[in-house]
């Protein structure tokens, strides 16, 4: 009776309603936290959150743009475009609605504040208007500043114009010579194919409509007339490839229109530039430029025919100018 009495008697609460400390607390069921990829270093150190995606995009037709690309677009928050307008075109062929941020040669450096403030939240693309960003195009200042402020850049390669013109060129493409667009000025064009001539290797460079038939003229007169395959609105609606040579593709091109990948190919040229030493060159050069100032004829075009003629740079060919006359031409000689 007593052990009943006991064991009745601890059952009931106490004059608060509470049961005697005999029974164990019920505890909140705790949940297991399961920690994050490099949790432990991110206690520690703030790291750079976002990655930079640079894109590739078709060179004229759409259907080129990869998968993966495509991924990227219609998942990423912010895209860096150098057109927003032509940006705006592909991704509404993908039904992608992605923010745009304007970002070109002008203004990356204005624009790189944004950006990274972007990058501390989430990824970012870079896409220009056509092929990849960098090569010959915006964007490798803002990509090497993005990866020194320590965050990731990935590449997502697309078509490229140089590529695709070696594809179908004809020539021997294992080794090549990438030139983008030459320069405006002629004789800084001509010295420009000579120099990359000497490579003995294939030429890829690009070229505007309005200047198409003024670079086939120099390439004809500065490599001697070497077989190219002119290319032009690549992977479009009105593709094109010429091939013969160059003063044939001058006679061929009256009225260029659309964009244009010119191919060279290898030539001896480099070889024969090759075969005179560099001072025999400036030999040359000197007794030309003596010959022009006994004719009378003016600094700044003596200046042009010597480069033209003998491929050497025109800051070399001007200070053989001015050693050929006195130590500082007058007004009328300058160049």
Not at 48 to 61: A, D, K
Not at 75 to 89: H, N, Q, Y
Request: neutral net charge.
């Amino acid at each position: 009776m007593r052990l009943l009495y006991l064991i009745s008697t601890a059952a009931k609460p106490d004059h608060i309603g509470r049961f005697p400390a005999c029974r164990p607390p019920v505890r909140a069921p705790q949940v297991r936290q399961t920690p994050t990829p490099l949790s432990w270093i991110n206690e520690r150190y703030t790291l750079p959150v976002g990655t930079l995606y640079v894109i590739g995009t078709p060179i004229g037709n759409l259907e080129d743009l990869t998968l993966r690309a495509s991924r990227i677009l219609s998942s990423i928050p912010l895209v860096a475009a150098e057109d927003t307008r032509v940006t705006r075109r592909l991704l509404a062929h993908l039904d992608a609605h992605p923010r745009l941020l304007s970002c070109h040669e002008h203004n990356w450096k204005r624009q790189l504040p944004r950006l990274l403030e972007a990058l501390a939240v989430g990824d970012v693309a870079l896409a220009t208007d056509a092929g990849s960003p960098a090569v010959s195009d915006p964007g490798a200042g803002l990509v090497a500043a993005i990866a020194d402020a320590g965050h990731g850049v990935v590449t997502i390669p697309g078509v490229s114009a140089v590529t695709a013109a070696l594809s179908v060129a004809g020539f021997t493409a294992d080794r090549f010579v990438f030139l983008g667009f030459l320069p405006r000025r002629r004789s800084e064009r001509s010295s420009t194919l000579t120099d990359a001539a000497r490579s003995g290797q294939t030429l890829v460079l690009f070229e505007s409509p309005h200047r198409l038939r003024a670079t086939l003229s120099d390439i004809a007169d500065a490599l001697r007339d070497p077989p190219v395959a002119v290319c032009r609105e690549l992977t479009k609606l009105h593709e094109e490839v010429w091939r013969g040579s160059a003063s044939d593709a001058l006679a061929y091109f009256t009225e260029p229109r659309g964009e244009f990948t010119i191919v060279i190919g290898p030539t001896s040229r480099g070889d024969q530039q090759d075969s005179s030493s560099e001072e025999e060159r400036m030999d040359a050069a000197r007794q030309a430029l003596i010959e022009h100032r006994a004719a009378g004829k003016r600094g700044r075009d003596a200046v042009a025919e010597v480069v033209s003629s003998t491929g050497l740079p025109r800051r070399a060919v001007y200070a053989l100018w001015v050693e050929t006359g006195a130590s500082t031409p007058d007004q009328r000689d300058q160049v």
